[in-house]
Nanobody, 124 residues
């Protein structure tokens, strides 16, 4: 059974940092794109960042570019999100996801596996 488990969320002041981690089990995802999404209260789930399986390409939403860094460790089947210079508008439930099928990396419908999410709250 495939499981994605996020950790590392919490409460932080604006300008601070957090590092989210996602550990996958039940299947090896080294051949697939892994990503992070978030959902703020009253909003749709939105793309944050993605890391391809080959070539090591990364993609970011404009709102987090330059502040967040996605990384992955295929040997450990994990993906991480380093979040710096956090803003109150980054407050959200953060999910990791894996895309097995093809398709755009920003579209939630193209992802096959999801974690339960970890809450990030940034106070002003």
């Amino acid at each position: 059974q495939v499981q994605l488990v996020e950790s590392g969320g919490g409460l932080v002041q604006a300008g601070g940092s957090l590092r989210l981690s996602c550990e996958a089990s039940g299947r090896t995802f080294s051949s697939y794109l892994m990503g992070w999404f978030r959902r703020s209260p009253g909003k749709e789930r939105e793309f944050v960042a993605a890391f391809t399986s080959s070539g090591g390409s990364t993609y970011y939403a404009d709102s987090v570019k330059g502040r967040f860094t996605i990384s992955r460790d295929n040997a450990k089947n994990t993906v991480s999100l380093q979040m710096n210079r956090l803003k109150p508008e980054d407050t959200a439930l953060y999910y990791c996801a894996v895309r097995v099928r093809s398709g755009g990396y920003t579209y939630t419908g193209n992802y096959d596996y999801w974690g339960q999410g970890t809450q990030v709250t940034v106070s002003s």
